[in-house]
Nanobody, 130 residues
Framework: VQLVESGGALVQPGGSLRLSCAASGFPFDDFALGWFRQAPGKEREGVSCISSSDGSTYYADSVKGRFTISRDNDKNTMYLQMNSLKPEDPAVYYC????????????????????????WGQGTHVAVSS
């Protein structure tokens, strides 16, 4: 199993980035997928997730309206389009895969749990600075 993130970079406030997560070694179509982030000295935060079946999504309030999650099952790849980046967005961004579609739970409860995700990438760094 492998999840490989890419696309992290240094951008100015208000800028945009698109993160990618390329997956292999498991039935991609059957897994919900999520993005988490962790800033230095802070706990890991669930940012967004997308279900496996109907593609329904969840966004943390901190990114709602600015970030868009998507998946391409033909390419075994997930994306996170990040617009209007703010100084509070810098972190290491991780992609993760969940076999039991806990993204539906996140939609109902308003939060993601890292414990629901079995597979993780190594992370990609996002920095925001002028």
């Amino acid at each position: 199993v492998q999840l490989v993130e890419s696309g992290g970079a240094l951008v100015q406030p208000g800028g945009s980035l698109r993160l990618s997560c390329a997956a292999s070694g498991f039935p991609f179509d059957d897994f919900a997928l999520g993005w988490f982030r962790q800033a230095p000295g802070k706990e890991r935060e669930g940012v967004s997730c997308i279900s496996s079946s109907d593609g329904s999504t969840y966004y943390a309030d901190s990114v709602k309206g600015r970030f868009t999650i998507s998946r391409d099952n033909d390419k075994n790849t997930m994306y996170l389009q990040m617009n209007s980046l703010k100084p509070e967005d810098p972190a290491v961004y991780y992609c993760a895969a969940d076999p039991l579609n806990y993204c539906y739970t996140a939609q109902a409860t308003g939060s993601m749990s890292s414990a629901d995700y079995d597979y993780w990438g190594q992370g990609t760094h996002v920095a925001v600075s002028s």
